[in-house]
């Protein structure tokens, strides 16, 4: 366990020298891009990454970071979305003003038509058929025009309609994992700050940090080759057997964090045991051979609000007893603050302090 304590730094270690050597800006959104790049969760964003060349200019980077980090990018997505709207108000009072044009001059024609029905001699009469020759066409025009701007309504409508959808896209992807589509680090970071809204009576509720064991067909570095694939496949089983009340991410590589609505221990045991027992029941197969790699268990550690003043803490103790599940053996779940002398067994669960 202490050689995985050191993994954070080195990794930090080796970003920083990788952004020097490579002339890299050390800002938070180049970081961030670098930091995915070499933990690998996400293979086409490596790619990428690599086929910038060796020496990346800010421009390439800010390109791959929209694609792949658009969080960073929320500004720039605003400002395209504002232009658009802006262009398409623009666009309908112009349309508006035109017809507003438009219904003056049939107004007046109707008025001069209406004037020349008072109008009883021979040279009345002349008018009064020039008003309706002129009325009809101006009748025609107006309805045509009137079916010009219905169809400009629907088309801005739809253009609004999209600008709303891309907002609304671009605003999950911050709180989505692309890889499994359930929410990312980010999503449960948020979710734990309502938990301790107030931090004299959080939430009543608990977590639950969770990772895939190595295993006799599952090697750990299998698992480090594998961590998109492999999380997919565990996302798919969350998702079927995770109730949707709860919030359900991946952390990063195959460990995945859940928030449930529940301050009773036991349910919450009883739940992640039923998605243990459901991750068990399939089988991972390698992407490209399609040779079996095992059935997946889980390492589990859990802990409720009231056991921790706050999000940090909260999530530290389940890492610990997630950590205590790892080391008697994995597939297993530990909740953190319980005593039980329970048989250490894979089938048992295992509570310690």
């Known amino acids: 366990m202490a050689q995985k304590k050191s993994m954070p730094s080195d990794l930090a270690l080796r970003i920083a020298t990788a952004m020097h050597q490579m002339g890299i800006d050390a800002v938070p959104r180049n970081y961030e891009l670098v930091y995915e790049a070499y933990a690998g969760a996400n293979p086409e964003l490596v790619r990428d990454f690599i086929a910038l060349g060796k020496y990346k200019s800010q421009a390439a980077l800010d390109e791959l970071g929209r694609k792949y ?65 002129a009325l009809q066409q101006a009748t025609e025009r107006q309805v045509s025009q009137n079916a010009e701007l219905e169809q400009s309504v629907t088309a801005q409508s739809t253009v609004i309609t999209g600008i709303q959808k891309e907002l609304a896209d671009f605003e999950a992807t911050k709180f989505t994992d692309a890889a499994t589509g359930l929410g990312n680090r980010r999503s449960f970071n948020k979710a734990l700050a309502r938990v301790y809204s107030d931090a004299e009576r959080p939430q009543a509720c608990g977590i639950a940090i969770a990772e895939l064991d190595p295993g006799p067909r599952l090697s750990g570095q299998q698992i480090a080759a594998l961590p998109d ?38 349910e919450i045991v009883r739940l992640i045991s039923l998605l243990r027992a459901s991750l068990r029941g399939t ?63 894979r089938d048992w669960l295992i509570y310690k302090k």
């Open 69 to 133: 980090l658009p969080h960073h990018h929320e500004a720039s997505v605003l400002a395209r979305s504002t232009t658009m709207v802006r262009d398409e108000m623009s666009n309908f009072m112009t349309l508006l003003t035109r017809e507003k044009t438009s219904l003056t001059d049939y107004g007046r024609i109707i008025g001069e038509a209406s004037k020349a029905l008072g109008d009883t001699d021979e040279n009345g009469q002349s008018i009064l058929k020039s008003s309706i020759r």
């Open 283 to 345: 089988e991972f197969k390698h992407p490209k051979t399609g040779r079996s790699l095992g059935n997946g268990t889980l390492s589990v550690g859990i802990c409720t609000a009231d056991g921790a003043g706050n999000a940090f803490a909260l999530v530290n103790l389940a890492e610990k007893a997630m950590a205590r599940a790892q080391a008697k053996g994995g597939d297993q779940t530990s909740v953190h603050g319980v005593e039980d002398e329970a048989p250490v067994g």
């Open 229 to 266: 694939h492999l999380a997919r496949h565990i996302g798919g089983v969350i998702q079927q057997a995770f109730p949707s009340s709860g919030l359900a991410v991946r952390l990063d590589g195959v460990r995945f964090g859940f928030l449930l609505n529940s301050g009773d221990q036991g």
